[in-house]
């Protein structure tokens, strides 16, 4: 047998060298990236969400600087200190309310002070659950300490969930105004960030894919966080206030139910109805003044009737199921700010998607046989 030639052993050497090289160079930039991650893993929800409300508030941002003459700065500080004063400021009372409901539900528990008003007739002919809930409800009219006895391990869980619960509220309202202050600093250099998003994304998928990607992803974090989580956001403030004002109980509670029911698309008179009932039923208020929070209650259980045509337009073009399990899976995995990350980039992620799928070559779909085009018009063919 003949032994390999010279040169070709120099060809097989320099191969191998250039592919330990290459090998090499990939390992140190994996290594490298999951370093930055590491480091930066404790503020990317945080600057997330920075990123998210810049997005969405930049073009209010341009009017502002075009009325300012010109000057970024400016026109950044005043939109951030109107974000602390009309969203974070009420944001932050509400949930001070509903902190203070949950320590005073538990308090009250833990000292048996707690009183449960007897329960109604009507809810024993419930189908299912209504004979044994009627009897729980009994129970714990006529003798709240010993229930409270016999469920202490179940209520032990519940109390510390509940109290983890608050205790992550204060923690997302901090963040929430710290990514107020990061999205005015980034709106601040709004120009320089708009070339650095499209050449980014020219550098990812190329430049004749890449303008309208970054388009995309604009308009689509514009949609999703004005007219999805931003109506579901102001119209829960609103009714909210109107409910601690009112002197309703669990104020923080019920805004936060209807922030919840916004993103999912249910009607906030779901939680305003009841509200409005609860008014009339107690007999505290004057003829006058339930007239009043009735009608407050009511415009603010539709408000989002006129709120979606004037921030969203058309709507957003993504299954509501999309935003609801971002929003969802956002809020499991990071609280109250996690539930607008999560379907903010779930809907973006779709939508990138969608459109990478609907740019497909026309000449890839298949036709079938004998079938030609004809300049007739779009979509048209005659079969021959």
Same mark, same amino acid.
């Given at each position: 047998m003949s032994s390999p030639s010279k040169p070709g052993m120099e060809l097989e050497e320099r191969i191998v060298s250039r592919v330990m090289d290459i090998f090499i160079r990939i390992g140190l930039v994996v290594v490298l990236a999951l370093l930055c991650y590491r480091i930066f893993s404790p503020f990317l929800t945080l600057m997330l969400w920075a990123l998210i409300? $810049?997005? !969405?508030?930049?073009?209010?941002?341009?009017?502002?600087?075009?009325? =300012?003459?010109?000057?970024?700065?400016?026109?950044?500080? *005043?939109? @951030?200190?109107?974000?602390? !004063? *009309?969203? @974070? %400021? &009420? +944001? $932050?009372i509400l949930m001070t309310s509903l902190g203070d409901s949950v320590h005073r539900f538990i308090h009250d528990v833990q000292t048996n002070s707690l009183e449960v008003p007897p329960p109604v007739e009507s809810v024993a002919a419930w189908p299912l659950v209504g004979p044994k809930l009627h009897a729980l409800w009994t129970q714990a009219?006529?003798?709240? /300490?010993? *229930? @409270?006895? +016999?469920?202490? &391990?179940?209520? #032990?869980?519940?109390?510390k969930s509940a109290l983890g619960f608050v205790a992550g509220i204060g923690v997302g309202l901090l963040q929430f105004f710290a990514?107020?202050?990061?999205?005015?600093?980034?709106?601040?250099?709004?120009?320089?960030?708009?070339r650095a998003n499209l050449a980014i994304f020219r550098r990812v998928v190329g430049p004749a894919r890449g303008e309208e990607l970054a388009k995309l992803s604009a308009a689509t974090v514009r949609a999703v966080a004005q007219g999805v989580l931003g109506v579901a956001f102001i119209q829960a403030i609103v009714v909210g206030i109107i409910l601690l004002v009112a002197g309703v109980p669990l104020a923080g509670v019920l805004a936060l139910v209807v922030l919840v029911l916004g993103i999912a698309q249910i009607p906030a008179l779901i939680v305003t109805l009841p509200a409005i009932g609860y008014i009339w039923w107690v007999g505290t208020y004057s003829t006058g003044a339930a007239i009043a929070w009735t009608v407050l209650l009511g415009v603010a259980g539709m $408000?989002?009737?006129? =709120?979606? /045509?004037?921030?969203?337009?058309?709507? @957003?073009?993504?299954?509501? %199921?999309?935003?609801?399990?971002?929003?969802? #899976?956002?809020?499991a995995t990071s609280g109250i700010l996690g539930m607008f990350v999560g379907a903010t980039l779930l809907t973006l992620g779709y939508k990138i998607f969608m459109g990478w799928v609907a740019t497909a070559p026309e000449a890839a779909a298949p036709r079938p046989p004998g079938e030609v085009r004809t300049?007739?018009?779009p979509g048209q063919a005659v079969a021959r």
């Open positions: 409300l $810049s997005v !969405a508030l930049y073009p209010a941002h341009v009017a502002f600087a075009r009325k =300012l003459g010109g000057r970024q700065g400016l026109a950044a500080t *005043l939109i @951030v200190i109107l974000g602390i !004063a *009309l969203i @974070v %400021v &009420p +944001s $932050s009219h006529a003798d709240l /300490p010993a *229930l @409270v006895q +016999s469920l202490q &391990p179940q209520l #032990g869980e519940i109390a990514a107020f202050i990061i999205a005015g600093i980034i709106l601040a250099f709004g120009e320089a960030g708009t $408000s989002d009737n006129v =709120l979606k /045509p004037l921030l969203l337009g058309r709507g @957003v073009k993504a299954p509501m %199921v999309v935003i609801l399990l971002g929003a969802l #899976g956002g809020m300049t007739e018009g």
